[in-house]
Every structure is written in C-alpha cells, then in structure tokens.
C-alpha cells in the first residue's frame, strides 16, 4: 500500500472500472516521447528495433507461480519481470521493452494492484526496460503475462551448441529460491537474515544480465537459465545440443543459505530439482574457463563448473538419470 | 476435437503435464529455419526485425471475454491472434510475429487444447503470423495471453491526429458480434444464415488488415479498431486527438443480419455500445473520402462516413454526449 495515497487501499478494482484502473496504470509508467517512440495510448507501441530483435513471454498465475498470501504485489511486479529478463539474459542480450496483460478479480483492492505497478515500475528502472503497453481483464484468479523485447550484438547463445569436452557451468548459487519458498509455506519458524536472503530469492530473484552478455563475449557455446530447476533445464541444453552431461553433486554451488533451513529439504536436491533461480547454466570451452570464472567474479554472481558435457546420457556422480525426474511440471498431477 | 487423436479427447492436461503439453504444442508451429530466424524452444526467439516494430497485447479471459460453453477452443485461437491483429491494423500495419501464454486448468481436457491450437495454427496461416514462442502455467480458469509484433511501412497512422473538418468514418459494419453474443447467450430460439453469421463476427471476428493498410496510404489522419464499442474508442481518438466529433446514428453501418434478432436489442444501440467489431474507425481528410470509399468497396469491407471532427464535444443526432455511457468496461461493478 502507497502512503499518501489511502484511498487505493480500501477501494476495489471494481469501484474505478476498467478506464479508471488504466488511469492509475497511465501515471506509473512513462512514455517513449524521450526516445521517438509511442508506448502505451495507441493501439499498438511503435518501437525502435535493430535488424535483430529478441522476444520472450512467461505468465505468472496466483496460487501456482506466486501467492498473495506470502509475497506483496510488488514482488508479483518484480518477479513477472526478471523471469522474462532471465530469458533474453540465457540468449547473451539486454532487455529493451515489455508489455504486460493483468487479469484480475474486480474485487482486489486497489492497494494490491497499485503494489503491483510498483513492482513492474521498479523492476523497469532497475533493467532499463521500457514497460510500452499492455491490457487488462476481469478474472477469477490474478494473473500477469509478460512479453518482452531484448537486443543482441551479433549472434544470440542458443540452446543448441554444446560440445563434448565443454565444460558445463552455472552462475552464483542455487537452490536458494526453493528454499525461500519451503521458508514462505510455513516450513520454518522465526526468522533470520539468511533466512529472508532465501526468501528474497523466491520473492525478487535477480536475472543475470551482464552476466550473460559476459559468457555470449567469452564464447559460451550453450546457454539456458535455471527457471525449472537444474535437473529440467540442463536435460533441455543437452537434448538442444544432442549431447549428454556428466555431473559432480559435490560441485554444485548450492546456496550457503540453505543451511539455515533446521530440518528443511537436503540443500543439493534443492540445487538440483528446485526451479526460480534465474541462475545461467551455460557450455563452455575448457580452456576459457579461468578466464569466465574471472569475468564473473563478484561483484557479479560467480561462475562455478559442475560437470562436463559428454557425447550422451545424463549422468549424475556417475548414475545415469532422467531429467525429468529433477524438474518441475507446473500441471502434471502428483 | 481431431478426428484420428481419439486419445485427445479424453486425457486430460494433468495426464500429460507440461512436458507433453509442450509436445502437443510444439507439434503443430513450424520453426524459424526458412527465415533464419529462431522460434520456440530457446530461451527467447530471435527475429528479424526493421527499424521500427509495432508490438501490442491483449489478454483473454474464459467467462470474461469468452465462453467455452457456447465457442469452442479454436474460436479461442482465432480471437486471440485476432484481436491483436486489429490493433497492428489500426496502426495501418502487417502483423509479423506472436508469442502466446495459455493458463489453463490442469482438468482441461486435451482435445480442447488441441482445439485451442488448430485456431492458433489456421489464424497464424491466415495472417501470415508465425507463432515463435509462449509459456504455459495452471490455473483455475482458461487464459489466453497473446503478445504480437508488427511493421509498418513509413510513419504508422496514431490516435492523436484528426483536425476538425476531417470525416469520421468506419470499416464493414457494426454491432454484430455484440448480436451474436446476444443469440449465443440465449437470446433467440432457433437459428438461421443471417444469425450464424452474427455468430460467426462475435466468434471469428477478421480484423481489417488490408483496409488499414490502405487507410494508411490514404492520409487518414487518426486511427483505432473498435473493440470496445463505437462510443468508447470514438472518445478514446478523440481524447487523444483533442478534438470532438458530430455522429449521425442514421448514417451507421448497422450490421444488416441485426434484423434475424426478432424483439432483440436495438441495432443502433448494438451498433454504439457492442464491442468486438474490430473494424476500424478514421479520421480522413474530407476531400480524400471517395478515394477511400472507392479503395476500400467490396471485396474489401467496405467504408462509411459517420459524421465531422469537431473543435470539442462529442455530439450524437446533435445531443452532447459522453462517450463512457455507451461503452463496454470489463472490471466495472454494475
């Protein structure tokens, strides 16, 4: 909720209808004047594009990819943005402009959605995108899809490309975000700083944008971002490039933090099968790797090698394994 | 449902999960290799892009913006690229390139989804679209998030623009897809040619994609697709315009098959108030309206004057008016 402005936090969507919620929406965000463009107001933005664009969606649905219950709408607006951020970071490009669709119940409070903007209007700044248009829709149940537009200089980092040889590498830590969500489900009592560090993870995870424009500069042959968790993601990279993947649990970079959670899920199973990190999981030459791990010192997030691709198979400390026994499937039945 | 995927109809989204969700999905979009460009299955599509690129969205909504209970999945297809389509044409552009999420309820019966994609598939053929990526997430309730760029040839034809003494005019004819939701929903017994193509405009409206593209070339001087109703996006062209207007309901194009609905509601009225047209209302020099009236005769939509751009007010049969009271807004509590 905005101080100073009390009204937003009792009145509902509802109240203000549709044109008076796209009011609300008008004031947050700016307009492309500044850079010979239209956003929002027209029927479609008109935008400056290179020869080569980047282009990405994700959808964001309360009660499976975010709960109000345990995060503001901030972290909604936040989230919904670096998730599309992670995409164009894992093809070696940056960010330029986004367009976001909100379906809502007309019963939220303006407060919620007000937060919300805050979250798109932060995160916006914070990766100098452009938020150039968007909709909204009444709707049982929130949701946020995003569409956003990225730039590469030369050739994008495909999944496909990987060698046998190469040596397979992941940005900072993982795990963290699944573990900031057992914390968020109840599955700790207190608090701690360590703990809320996990909690951020879930709630404001940060994509790693330099750092994906580092490895496309340093040469990196494949490149995906750990969204589904490790296990899912690094199977995709692998049957992208056609090749398999030898990996070292032992040389996981699993999030220090994890250690906080007394009693919670062992660390490396939440490095493996735990999805949200927006950690970079790439392919790289062997003999660049100093040189990456270097490049990404902090104050970016770190570069570690866990394992090395092969010509086929996934194996994990020396047993071969699904992928899909790892990850996560947003709507299988369990 | 497909005849020859018997099983789709009867498995469930839950059965197969995401990762056979995917399957189904990637099954049915080519692929990006004839134009160098890279669609679904990386991280973001790479694309071809001009110098200046049109990107809009919409979402829509089961129970909001359609009912599975009286259209089926593929309408839900169609509707969703064509929504965005009437967008890119209202900027007299072509549309090039769409990313799509769908939240659905893991319950969703298979052979609706594949219903949802043959939509997908025959508006995409249709307009010349390529589909290049989407995600899917859970939910409680059906939605469709459809992202679409665009490109347009020179400078592309805004809202802000109408200079009193152009003349308002519009596309085709309007208040029919609001008289075919009136007949879906009930309100007549029976059917008949000219209902089923009221139906058929709330159900598979075409947007006016060759007609914008001529207005366009013609000079018109400002431009919106009527998706909210005539008098809601007439005062949106005019607000952003800084003009007013004088409508004549005698000269609307009033979608002749109105006249199937015996004791229905008033054509005029469906003809202000009834969104989901997608036809296109323009303001265009005085001197130019036979050309454009020539241009765009039938097989074309055909185009009609409707009344003048004013210094201000928006004045219906010579009574002032405001242009909320006759439009449509999803979120208002009523």
């Known amino acids: 909720m905005q101080r100073g402005r009390p009204d937003l936090s009792v009145r509902s969507v509802a109240d203000v209808g549709e044109a008076g919620l796209l009011e609300i929406v008008k004031e947050r965000f700016g307009n492309g004047s500044d850079h010979g463009e239209v956003w929002a107001g027209d029927d479609a933005a008109v935008l400056a594009t290179g ?11 309360e009660g499976i990819d975010f709960d109000l219950a345990y995060g503001s709408g901030r972290d909604v ?5 670096a998730v599309n951020i992670s995409d164009i970071a894992a093809m070696g490009g940056r960010p330029t402009r986004a367009v976001v669709t909100l379906a809502l119940p007309p019963t939220t409070v303006l407060g919620v959605v007000d937060s919300f903007l805050d979250g798109l209007v932060e995160g916006a700044a914070r990766w100098d995108v452009g938020i150039v248009g968007g909709d909204i829709s009444g709707a049982a149940q929130m949701s946020v899809s995003v569409a956003m537009l990225g730039t590469v200089d030369g050739d994008p980092v495909l999944r496909a490309g990987a060698r046998p040889g190469d040596a397979i590498c992941v940005t900072g830590s993982l795990g963290g975000a699944a573990g900031g969500l057992f914390a968020l489900q109840g599955g700790v009592t207190g608090s701690s ?3 809320d560090e996990l909690v951020g993870r879930q709630l404001r995870p940060e ?3 330099v750092e994906g424009a580092q490895l496309k500069r340093l040469g990196a042959t494949s490149m995906i971002d750990v969204s589904d968790g490790l296990g899912l993601d690094l199977t995709r990279l692998m049957t992208a490039s056609g090749t398999g993947c030898a990996i070292e649990t032992a040389m996981l970079p699993v999030d220090p933090n994890l250690g906080a959670l007394e009693g919670g899920p062992d660390g490396v199973e939440l490095a493996l099968g735990g999805g949200e990190d927006l950690e970079l999981l790439c392919t790289i030459d062997a003999s660049r790797l100093d040189e990456a791990m270097e ?3 902090p104050p970016l997030a ?8 092969t010509e086929d198979g996934l194996m994990l400390d020396g047993v071969a394994m699904k992928g899909e026994e790892l990850g996560w499937d947003h709507l299988r039945s369990r």
Chains 1, 2 share one sequence.
């Open 51 to 61: 020869e080569r664009s980047l282009l990405t969606t994700d959808v964001l649905v």
């Open 77 to 81: 607006g936040w989230k919904s943005l």
């Open 193 to 195: 700083p360590r703990i």
């Open 207 to 209: 994509p790693r944008v």
């Open 295 to 297: 490049a990404l010192a």
């Open 302 to 309: 770190g570069f570690t090698r866990i394992g090395d691709v």
